[in-house]
């Protein structure tokens, strides 16, 4: 179980969706498959990993209950945590069987994160400055952040701030692609951008982990809490943050009642979903699946680690699914 995210963490704007206090649901209904979704929800915001597929192939049942949710007219929007740009979101995920007609839209986390960096409008994102520190990926490919003219620095003392796309490597300032670093060596890296002062860090994937294959790895989300917990000033730019559900609903077009978010983090997915407003399905498969494999999903609201991870996260969902089926 992850622990609560500390109060150093803030997001790109404040709640401005619906906003609502943690409230404990009186039950949580359970649901075999997505045709028992009501009937009042006219549309669909679906996260990614550990729901429709694990990053490598996609879930039994999730191609043929996407295809049953877009042939019942639900509008579907894919909202992820993902720390690459929208625009390959879809691209992906119609080469594991997922047809991308099947979605009006996209919004990922790094989608946000490259737009407020690259316009540099407000009080935060117009003082960042250009030298950046910059934790990517290597085998899990890295992300480009050229178009935003930014330079890479391989110093946390030379840093503007620091930029977090990945957990597996550093990039480079001269060039010649980024270094496979552990997550050890980047705490150092945050260590020093904590004692220099003033370094702030943008995460552009808020996940603590995700699924990958039938494991769970490290993402930009661990670095967030340890800078947090240094005393560092992070700035998130996904789930549960409002920015990524305002422009979900502005392109949903839909009200808040009338809107059912399906994920499988509590923290994020399930307290993203209960902020804005909306009614929310937990995936119990995804990344909660070992805690809880256990548990009578009939009987959800009965489970100590179940309520546990509502308490910790200040979230509960109004449905339970044992994963994302017909």
Request: charged share 20%.
């Amino acid at each position: 179980m992850s622990a609560p995210a500390p109060s150093h963490l803030s997001g790109c704007t404040k709640l401005s969706v619906g906003r609502r206090p943690f409230q404990a649901a009186a039950g949580v209904q359970y649901l075999s498959g997505v045709r028992e979704i009501p009937s009042k929800y006219k549309g669909v915001l679906l996260d990614q990993f550990g729901v429709l597929h694990d990053g490598k192939v996609a879930y039994p049942g999730a191609v043929d209950a996407v295809r049953h949710m877009a042939a019942q007219g639900l509008k579907l929007f894919i909202l992820s945590n993902s720390s690459r740009r929208s625009e390959g979101a879809l691209g992906k995920i119609g080469k594991l069987g997922f047809n991308p007609d099947w979605f009006v839209g996209v919004m990922t986390s790094g989608e946000i994160a490259h737009r407020r960096i690259g316009a540099a409008e407000g009080p935060f994102w117009s003082s960042l400055g250009r030298k950046c520190l910059h934790f990517t990926w290597s085998t899990r490919g890295v992300v480009p952040i050229a178009p935003l003219d930014l330079e890479i620095v391989d110093r946390p003392e030379d840093a503007d701030f620091a930029f977090a796309h990945g957990t597996e490597a550093m990039g480079r300032g001269d060039g010649i692609g980024p270094v496979d670093t552990s997550i050890e060596e980047m705490n150092g890296l945050l260590q020093r951008c904590a004692v220099k002062g003033g370094v702030p860090l943008v995460i552009a994937n808020p996940d603590v982990v995700t699924v990958s294959g039938s494991g769970l790895v490290p993402m930009p989300g661990t670095l967030a809490r340890t800078y947090a917990a240094m005393g560092g000033q992070v700035q998130l730019t996904g789930k549960p943050d409002a920015i990524v559900y305002e422009e979900a609903m502005r392109m949903l077009d839909l009200p808040a009642d009338e809107v059912l978010g399906v994920g499988d983090s509590i923290e994020h997915d399930i307290q993203g979903a209960n902020s804005a407003g909306v009614d929310s399905i937990f995936v119990v498969g995804g990344i909660h699946g070992k805690e809880l494999e256990n548990v009578d999903l009939k009987q959800l609201e009965e489970s100590a680690v179940f309520q546990e991870l509502c308490r910790e996260h200040q979230a509960h969902p109004n449905y339970a699914m044992p994963c994302l089926q017909l």
